[in-house]
């Protein structure tokens, strides 16, 4: 079946420093992928929704200076978290849906953050 | 607006049955996803349904009416790793996702 590879799945970074995260479709093509960030026992928060070739479209309240979302390839999206905080410690998620139609999103194992 | 209630938790015995509910209002409809998350872990896909009536895969079926904005999953001689959350999702007009906040499922031997 469809994969999505998510990497790295656990990552522990110095405040200040930037983090990139990275999600590929392994055996499909993705124009459309999203991000979704999850704190402990509450539900999938959407980030943004990125498409292949133009800008991510950032959820209100989501600092797109601080979640750079780059989508430049059909199987590629990464997720860079600049100047990190102990407070953007979390589990990221990305997913991707298949271009053709009423395929199910597919989601990656999911990035833990830790940011000390 | 648009809307994906379910219930919070519910709690089910080994070998039972358990029927998670689903009710939604969206801007326009494109299918109805349902997906199980384990602690820790990303969500990974169950089932889908664009059309109404049930669709059975194994253990699991899930259910949709659309005019009723109802849909529900059904989990068959449970086990003890079923339990985890059970998130219902819907697509709306313009493919976006709208999640449901999850229902925790808690199996008792």
């Known amino acids: 079946g469809a994969v999505v590879s998510q990497h790295p799945s656990w990552v522990i970074c110095k405040s200040g420093t930037s983090v990139k995260i990275e999600c590929r479709s392994l055996d499909f093509q993705a124009t459309t992928m999203f991000w979704y960030r999850q704190f402990p026992k509450q539900s999938l928060m959407l980030m943004a929704t990125s498409n292949e070739g133009s800008k991510a479209t950032y959820e209100q309240g989501v600092e797109k200076d601080k979640f750079l979302i780059n989508h430049a390839s059909l199987t590629l999206s990464t997720l860079t978290v600049t100047s990190a905080h102990p407070e953007d410690s979390s589990f990221y998620i990305c997913?991707?849906?298949?271009?053709?139609?009423?395929?199910?999103?597919?989601f990656g194992n999911g990035t833990r953050l830790t940011v000390t | 607006g648009q809307n994906i209630d379910q219930p919070t938790e519910m709690t089910a015995t080994e070998g039972a049955i358990v029927q998670i509910n689903c009710t939604y209002q969206t801007s326009g409809f494109n299918g109805l996803f349902w997906y199980q998350q384990h602690a820790g872990e990303a969500p990974t896909f169950l089932s889908y349904n664009v059309l109404d009536g049930l669709e059975e895969k194994g253990r699991f079926s899930s259910f949709l009416s659309r005019s009723k904005g109802y849909s529900y999953l059904l989990l068959k001689e449970l086990q003890m790793k079923d339990s985890a959350s059970y998130l219902c999702?819907?697509?709306?007009?313009?493919?976006?996702?709208?999640w449901g906040a999850g229902t925790k499922l808690i199996i008792k031997p």
């Open positions: 999702a819907v697509m709306d007009s313009n493919y976006q996702l709208i």
């Open positions: 997913s991707a849906k298949d271009s053709r139609d009423n395929s199910p999103l597919h």
